[in-house]
Nanobody
Framework: QVQLVESGGGLVQAGGSLRLSCTASGSSFSILDMGWYRQAPGKQRELVAVNTSGGLTNYADSVKGRFTISRDNAKKTVYLQMNSLKPEDTAVYYC?????????WGEGTRVTVSS
């Protein structure tokens, strides 16, 4: 069982930056593929960025060049650095951990970008 706890959300003006963190419980963090998803009001949850256990990263087109996902296996934490934020980035951001049949979600952290 893996528990994920997100932090770092908040209110920021357009053009600003935030860094989200997600810390996992358990001893198997290094084998997990870690991702960030977001869900805006009235929209489906969408993938923002993923960082695999092998160190590969992938981003949604809408955030490429602005967001960076990274991980610290020693701290069992994945980060999402968000720069040049836009009002359309407003959403609840969820941390996700996957490995084979395992699929875990955090409770989410809200990000609001004002124009």
């Amino acid at each position: 069982q893996v528990q994920l706890v997100e932090s770092g959300g908040g209110l920021v003006q357009a053009g600003g930056s935030l860094r989200l963190s997600c810390t996992a419980s358990g001893s198997s963090f290094s084998i997990l593929d870690m991702g960030w998803y977001r869900q805006a009001p009235g929209k489906q949850r969408e993938l923002v960025a993923v960082n695999t256990s092998g160190g590969l990263t992938n981003y949604a087109d809408s955030v490429k060049g602005r967001f960076t996902i990274s991980r610290d296996n020693a701290k069992k934490t994945v980060y999402l650095q968000m720069n040049s934020l836009k009002p359309e980035d407003t959403a609840v951001y969820y941390c996700n951990a996957k490995h084979t049949i395992w699929n875990y979600w955090g409770e989410g952290t809200r990000v609001t970008v004002s124009s």
